[in-house]
């Protein structure tokens, strides 16, 4: 839910009327990180298995 909250976030920056290019890249890599930690937890579950 993060990953989806984030990338909202950052497309919202990007299309303002005066786009936000800082706030962007930083919901960006917000999104980025979310999406690594879900990698990671798939893993460590199908490693399990």
Do not use: V
Request: aromatic share 6%; charged share 10%.
């Amino acid at each position: 839910m993060q990953a989806l909250n984030s990338l909202s976030r950052c497309k919202a920056m990007l299309t303002a009327n005066e786009p936000m290019y800082l706030f962007a890249q930083q919901w960006l890599a917000q999104a980025q990180q979310a999406i690594a930690d879900l990698q990671a937890i798939d893993q460590s579950h199908s490693t399990r298995g």
